[in-house]
């Protein structure tokens, strides 16, 4: 329940799209849609089908079909979000588009991408007060010249990170922004088998990574110096995940999990020993500090959005993107030096422990109330 005992928000959260597979910006988004809830608000998440608000000469065909999309997502997805646990009374909402009228009214509606940022910022005063929760510097998904103009919208920005906030006060927004890092749920992300125990007898170390098709992820360098590595360590065993089917140029020797449960994510983190990161640009390292909470030892390209957790040589070691040479490089030093990768998987995970959900969501209230 609300502890402020303050009257309830009515929230709607606006994604750019649905999602039927895990996305970590997607979760954050869902994540704060369930403690919201629980805390007494009225939470709406709402998912377009399209980002078009000009129509288009088959207007009433669009609707049908948006009609029958939704239908459909709800019959294939019981829960319809079938990779994330959303809460009964979190309403979930599939619409043909962003225009105003689609959409719920609210005490406080909040954009989560860049394209969303544009539509909440022309609704008018029925549809809340306008935020926009910045998770990333999206360049990567549409022009950068559009993406500034994003950050520019006369809307409250959260960023999640130090650097995104220093991008918001270079692009003068300091005044309209906060920082709020997405929390981190202890309860699922933890020690199950401790660092000392993860080397089996007579089975080599093991490395942990995500894969994904976005080459700014980096997967290509992560297998690139995991190969160099094996070159070295002959017995290196690793184990990669990700939402999409096996990349068909994946090593034989690489293990892959698509789209792991909750439970197979913990699973997989604490058989590792190290989590490689090998990202170009990232918002939040998500993946990486679900890794450490596990006890694994981090080696990360320095994609700036680790800055909050991954201090090279005390909490991880740190290495310039791009360069997988000097990733295989941190990752061997981690595998060979014992005391090393104990002693900053010990820090790394006390590092990261701060980062809690409930002290998040006391934030964000506090910041949705303003």
Not at 43 to 53: F, I, K, S, Y
Not at 230 to 241: D, G, N, S
């Amino acid at each position: 329940m609300n502890p402020t005992n303050a009257a309830p928000l009515r929230i709607t959260f606006v994604l750019p799209m649905f999602l039927a597979a895990p996305s970590g910006g997607f979760k954050v988004v869902y994540e704060y849609a369930n403690r919201l809830h629980r805390r007494g608000h009225i939470v709406t998440v709402v998912h377009p089908r399209t980002l078009d608000l000009q129509g288009s000469a088959n207007g009433w065909r669009d609707m049908v079909k948006s009609y029958l999309w939704a239908w459909k997502l709800r019959w294939q997805h019981r829960p319809l979000i079938g990779w994330f646990r959303l809460d009964p009374g979190v309403r979930v909402r599939l619409v043909r588009d962003l225009r105003e009228s689609l959409l719920p009214d609210a005490d406080v509606i909040v954009a989560t991408a860049f394209q969303t940022a544009f539509p909440v910022a022309g609704y008018g005063g029925r549809k809340g007060r306008g935020y926009y929760l910045i998770q990333s510097y999206e360049d990567w998904m549409g022009e950068e010249t559009r993406v500034r103009e994003s950050w520019q919208l006369p809307l409250r920005k959260i960023v999640v990170s130090r650097w995104l906030e220093r991008r918001a006060h270079e692009l003068g927004e300091g005044a309209r922004t906060v920082r709020i890092p997405p929390g981190l749920d202890r309860d699922q992300f933890r020690v199950l088998r401790p660092a000392a125990t993860r080397q089996r007898p007579r089975v080599g170390p093991r490395v942990g990574m995500l894969a994904h098709p976005l080459a700014i992820k980096g997967t290509a360098d992560g297998v690139a110096a995991l190969e160099q590595v094996r070159q070295r360590i002959p017995a290196l065993e690793a184990v990669l995940f990700g939402t999409t089917p096996r990349p068909a140029d994946l090593p034989e020797w690489i293990e892959y999990e698509q789209s792991p449960s909750p439970a197979a994510l913990v699973d997989l983190y604490n058989s590792c020993q190290v989590f490689l990161h090998p990202s170009h640009l990232e918002g939040w390292g998500l993946p990486a500090v679900e890794a450490m909470a596990c006890g694994c030892a981090l080696a990360a390209a320095h994609n700036e959005g680790v800055d909050d957790f991954a201090e090279d040589g005390v909490t991880a070691l740190v290495v310039p993107i791009r360069a997988p040479e000097r990733l295989a490089e941190a990752v061997e030093r981690l595998l060979t030096e014992e005391a090393l990768r104990h002693r900053l998987a010990a820090a790394g995970r006390e590092r990261v422990a701060q980062f809690d959900w409930s002290a998040t969501v006391d934030l964000m209230e506090e910041t949705l109330r303003a």
